[in-house]
């Protein structure tokens, strides 16, 4: 048994999945997931004003990679950039001080994290994200829309087919809109007030423009959200009271309860939001930013509907990770 981990650091959480490749026959060989852990760590705190990480929000992310270090070691995973891979996305690419970051995290885990592209994410996020759909039609219809709604970006990314296969992805694009940073550039009222509001609205509709000028956003069969936002606003939509990923992976969500959702989201107070039995106590201060860009986003591409995908990026780094293992092993 071979075993791989993948970690994405963004502008709100840092994620660990580690996976086991089976050595066997048939259905005895493949993969499966031994860890899948998120923390909120907010590294993005204060990059869109200040260009620089902060040192508390360095500590917090360091802290949790040593968490996930641990559990790589007991898990038996080489310390290697053969079978380990670290990306790293919006703030990472945004801050002065960067070096430090990177500096911090091969002194924990060994290998330096890829500070890649909004399009590679966006790449992996696909890949991660439409494996299953392509096994199990369940009436979702091509082309696929994947869109991951980050802290400090969102991606978007269509492609024809399901999995990696080579030309599936046809075009993808990020931009500069996420939930920590419409929080911290528009939301200063607790609840944030209708100008306030109007304003990130104005801010995610120009952003959908960008997009709209790569990626053909009217022409997806299916959408699906990937990431905390996503998931969390699946859950309320289910009732969940606690988070289950079970239920919530691949959950469809209607535009309109999903509409309805951010409206109730962005009316309530700090206090409320947190007594959301679904709610991680991270998202509570951004949540309504990000819904409010998932309502937009379903408005700009027509859809009637999203699928909230538990599979993402990491996955995607995985099996990039497993077709690149060494034969030997």
């Known amino acids: 048994m071979t075993t791989v981990a993948a970690i994405d650091c963004g502008t709100n959480s840092i994620r660990l999945l580690i996976s086991a490749l089976l050595d066997g026959e048939d259905d005895e060989a493949g993969l499966v997931d031994l860890e899948r852990r998120m923390e909120i760590v907010r590294l993005g705190q204060g990059v869109d004003r ?21 559990l790589m070691r007991e898990n038996g995973v080489p310390f290697d950039p053969e079978h380990v891979r670290m990306v790293a996305t919006s703030a990472t690419r945004d801050a002065a001080n960067r070096q430090e970051f990177i500096d911090g995290v091969r002194a924990i885990i060994g290998v330096e994290p890829e500070v890649i592209t909004g399009g590679e994410e966006a790449e992996l996020s696909f890949i991660g994200a439409t494996a299953e759909l392509e096994a199990e039609e369940n009436g979702h219809r091509r082309p696929y829309l994947v869109v991951d709604i980050g802290g400090g970006s969102t991606e978007f990314v269509l492609g024809r087919e399901g999995g990696a296969e080579d030309g599936a992805v046809r075009a993808a694009r990020s931009v500069d809109i996420g939930c920590v940073r419409m929080s911290e550039r528009h939301f200063t009222a607790d609840p944030p007030t209708e100008e306030q509001v109007a304003a990130a609205v104005r801010d995610i509709d120009a952003a959908l423009d960008e997009a709209a000028d790569e990626v053909p956003l009217a022409e997806a069969g299916t959408v699906v959200c990937v990431a905390g936002t996503a998931t969390t606003v699946a859950g309320i939509a289910l009732d969940l009271p606690a988070y289950d990923s079970e239920r919530i992976h691949l959950t469809r969500v209607s535009a309109e309860e999903t509409g309805k959702i951010s409206r109730e989201l962005l009316a309530m107070a700090h206090a409320e939001r947190e007594r959301i039995g679904v709610m991680h106590p991270g998202r509570v201060d951004v949540i309504g930013a990000g819904a409010l860009i ?11 509907a999203f699928y909230a995908g538990e599979h993402d990026i990491l996955d995607g780094i995985v099996w990039g990770l497993v077709v690149d293992l060494p034969e030997a092993e």
């Not at 620089?52 to 996930?68: D, N």
Request: glycine share 10%; hydrophobic share 45%.
């Open 50 to 70: 200040t260009g620089a990480f902060a040192p508390e929000a360095l500590e917090r992310t360091f802290a949790a990679l040593r968490g996930y270090a641990e």
């Open 294 to 304: 998932l309502d937009r986003v379903l408005a700009r591409t027509g859809a009637d």
